[in-house]
C-alpha cells in the first residue's frame, strides 16, 4: 500500500510540473501556506557596511538583482527571511537609478543589531495563492507599484506560466525560473494575471 501512494504521489507532482512549465518559463512548486506580515510591522532604516549584493529572494536558490555601489548608505529593511542553511536574508527597500526597488540581501551587510534585526516580521512562508498564466506582455518589477523600476531583460509574454505567492497595493507577487536556472521573484499587476 505504501509503494502504491509513492508512486501515485510521484505521478501527480509531476503532472503538476508538467502543467506549471505549459508556457515559457517554469515555475518553481515549493510553496507553503502561511501569512505574509509585512504590513502589520515599522520598517527599520540601516546603514550597508559593504556595497549591496541583492537577489530576488532569500537565498541563493534566486536569480541575482545586482550589486549596488552604496556603502555607506541607508536602506529601508522591510522583513527577514532564513534560507535552508539558516542564513538571515534580509528584504531591503532603496532607491537606485531613477527608481525604487525591493529585493534581498544577506544580514551581514547592514549596520544593524540582531534585536532590530528580530524585530523585523519573519517571511518564511505567504499565503500561497496558486498557479497563473499572464495573459500580456508585461515587465516584472521589483515592487508592488509602478514607482518600482521593472527588470527590463527579464519580460513575461502572454501565456508565460507563473507561481502566485502573495498579492498587495493589486500586484501579485510571482516566482518562475528565470534562463539562468534561479528562481525570479517578483511583481506584476494582478490584472495580467489569470488565475487558473
Not at 535552508?84 to 531591503?92: F, P, S
Request: net charge neutral; aromatic share 12%; proline share 3%.
Amino acid at each position: 500500500m505504501k509503494r502504491i501512494l509513492c508512486v501515485v504521489t510521484a505521478v501527480c507532482l509531476c503532472l503538476i510540473f508538467t502543467a506549471a512549465s505549459a508556457g515559457g518559463w517554469s515555475v518553481p512548486n515549493n510553496h507553503a501556506s502561511g501569512t505574509d506580515s509585512r504590513n502589520n510591522t515599522a520598517t527599520v532604516q540601516a546603514k550597508l557596511t559593504e556595497d549591496l549584493a541583492t537577489r530576488s529572494g532569500p537565498s541563493t536558490d534566486y536569480t541575482g538583482c545586482g550589486t549596488y555601489k552604496m556603502k555607506g548608505q541607508y536602506v529601508t529593511a522591510v522583513s527577514r527571511a532564513y534560507d535552508n542553511g539558516g542564513v538571515m536574508w534580509v528584504e531591503v527597500e532603496f532607491s537606485y537609478g531613477g527608481g525604487y526597488r525591493r529585493a534581498w540581501t544577506g544580514a551581514k551587510r547592514l549596520d544593524i543589531s540582531m534585536s532590530r534585526l528580530k524585530s523585523l516580521p519573519e517571511q518564511d512562508a505567504f499565503t500561497y495563492i496558486g498557479y497563473g498564466t499572464v495573459n500580456t506582455n508585461v515587465a516584472p518589477r521589483f515592487g508592488p507599484d509602478s514607482i518600482f523600476a521593472s527588470y527590463g531583460d527579464r519580460d513575461y509574454r502572454r501565456g508565460d506560466r507563473v507561481a502566485v505567492i502573495a498579492s498587495e497595493n493589486d500586484y501579485y507577487m510571482v516566482e518562475s525560473y528565470h534562463t539562468d536556472g534561479k528562481i525570479l521573484r517578483s511583481w506584476i499587476p494582478c490584472s495580467d494575471v489569470n488565475l487558473d
